[in-house]
Antibody
Framework: EVQLMESGGDLAQPGGSLRLSCAASGFTFSGYTMNWVRQAPGKGLEWVSYIGVGGNTIYYAASVKGRFTISRDDAQNSLYLQMSGLRDEDTAVYYC????????????WGQGALVTVSS | DIQMTQSPSTLSASVGDRVTITCRASQFVSYWLAWYQQKPGKAPKLLIYMASSLESGVPSRFSGSGSATDFTLTISTLQPDDFATYYCQQYHSYPYTFGQGTKLEIK
């Protein structure tokens, strides 16, 4: 069974940093692209970042580019999102989502990690 | 960026109804469109990919159609478990973008 489990969500101050992790199991992690998608309270879904197989291709949403860094450790079956320069508007539930083999839509999602940015 | 616009934003329906949600892209996305279902406090769940392909394990009462810029999600016979929020998403080009969501409520 495919499982994705986020951790690291917390309360952070504006301008602060947090690192989210996503532990993957039940599939060959190294063979899949991975993404972060977020959802602000009561709002819709927003794609945040993509990392390709091997980590050589990376994309970011304009809203986080230059502040967030996505990475992966295939030996540890883990995906990461390093967030710095946090802003109030980064408050959201952050989901890790697996890219499907048949196309870059998201076929499996974690349960989400809540990041709250507030002073 | 490609803007995705869903309609309606809220839909009230009864068990047994046939419902249709539409999604319009601001630019050509071919067939690169997915639909997701999300229930309160839960992660989204993939329903449809490539505009009309049903994800494994998803009931056949869900169907998708469309291409280019105009797409629809249809639920043929609403079940109690279907009351949720539905999102379309284009994956034609980055940044991947979602519609604002359609909340399907019990009438």
């Amino acid at each position: 069974e495919v499982q994705l489990m986020e951790s690291g969500g917390d309360l952070a101050q504006p301008g602060g940093s947090l690192r989210l992790s996503c532990a993957a199991s039940g599939f060959t992690f190294s063979g899949y692209t991975m993404n972060w998608v977020r959802q602000a309270p009561g709002k819709g879904l927003e794609w945040v970042s993509y990392i390709g197989v091997g980590g050589n291709t990376i994309y970011y949403a304009a809203s986080v580019k230059g502040r967030f860094t996505i990475s992966r450790d295939d030996a540890q079956n883990s995906l990461y999102l390093q967030m710095s320069g946090l802003r109030d508007e980064d408050t959201a539930v952050y989901y890790c989502a697996r890219g499907a083999l048949a196309g870059p839509y998201f076929d499996s999602w974690g349960q989400g990690a809540l990041v709250t940015v507030s002073s | 960026d490609i803007q995705m616009t869903q309609s309606p934003s809220t839909l009230s329906a009864s068990v047994g109804d046939r419902v249709t949600i539409t999604c319009r892209a601001s630019q050509f996305v071919s067939y690169w469109l997915a639909w997701y279902q999300q229930k309160p406090g839960k992660a989204p769940k993939l329903l449809i990919y490539m505009a009309s392909s049903l994800e494994s394990g998803v009931p056949s009462r869900f169907s998708g159609s469309g291409s280019a810029t105009d797409f629809t999600l249809t639920i043929s016979t609403l079940q109690p478990d279907d009351f949720a929020t539905y999102y379309c998403q284009q994956y034609h080009s980055y940044p991947y973008t979602f519609g604002q969501g359609t909340k399907l409520e019990i009438k």
